[in-house]
């Protein structure tokens, strides 16, 4: 089975801030990676596909990179509409998926 | 475009069977290629998949859930369904289905409480 570390588990920054988020997986994934956004009470939404692909209508402030086992998502000027939490989520292996952790965001 | 939404009951008690189903709409769940999933969230905690069903009507499950897992597709109501066994109150959460093979489409997700 694939795992992902994902961290940190929770980070607090100020708006405007650069926000850095990891995820490692336990072997190489290429990069079929995909970044979420979920809000409470709320189902999760795709930011980023296939590691670094933004999604139709996500604004370019959030940002996805990197390859193999080694992942970055990045939000380049954290907004108050941004506090959620973040997964990153294998599809390696499809069907079987796997998610990080997640990564609570909250403003400082 | 495609629509999923989660239905069944929202308390089960323990040691019953839990069972879900999710209508698509906007297309054919006999559509090739499509991989469609069930993945749960119990309160506070993250994301864990549970399973998922090819169109074809393979299966493919959780290790970790396996012995108590089925899901099933019936493509003349354009469903698909998950029924967990022997539940305890660890298998309290929102339960989500989704297409696999577009990482765009969940359903709302449904609050599954396992409680006497």
């Known amino acids: 089975d694939i795992q992902m570390t994902q961290s940190p588990s929770s980070l607090s920054a100020s708006v405007g801030d650069r926000v850095t988020i990891t995820c490692q997986a336990s072997?190489?994934?290429?990069?079929?990676l995909n970044w979420y956004q979920q809000k409470p009470g709320k189902a999760p939404k795709l930011l980023i596909y296939d590691a670094s692909n933004l999604e139709t209508g996500v604004p370019s402030r959030f940002s996805g990179s990197g390859s193999g086992t080694d992942f970055t998502f990045t939000i380049s000027s954290l907004q108050p509409e941004d506090i959620a939490t973040y997964y990153c989520q294998q599809y390696d292996n499809l069907p079987a998926l796997t998610f990080g952790g997640g990564t609570k965001v909250e403003i400082k | 475009q495609l629509q999923l939404q989660e239905s069944g009951p929202g308390l089960v008690k323990p040691s019953e069977t839990l069972s879900l189903t999710c209508t698509v709409s906007g297309g054919s769940i006999s559509s090739s290629s499509y991989y469609w999933g069930w993945i749960r969230q119990p309160p506070g905690k993250g994301l864990e998949w549970i399973g998922s069903?090819?169109?074809?009507?393979?299966?493919y499950y959780n290790p970790s859930l396996k012995s108590r897992v089925t899901i099933s597709v019936d493509t003349s109501k354009n469903q698909f369904s998950l029924k967990l066994s022997s539940v305890t109150a660890a298998d309290t959460a929102v339960y989500y289905c989704a297409s696999e093979s577009d990482p765009t489409c969940w359903g709302q997700g449904t609050l599954v409480t396992v409680s006497s």
């Open positions: 072997q190489d994934i290429s990069n079929y």
């Open positions: 069903i090819y169109y074809s009507g393979s299966t």
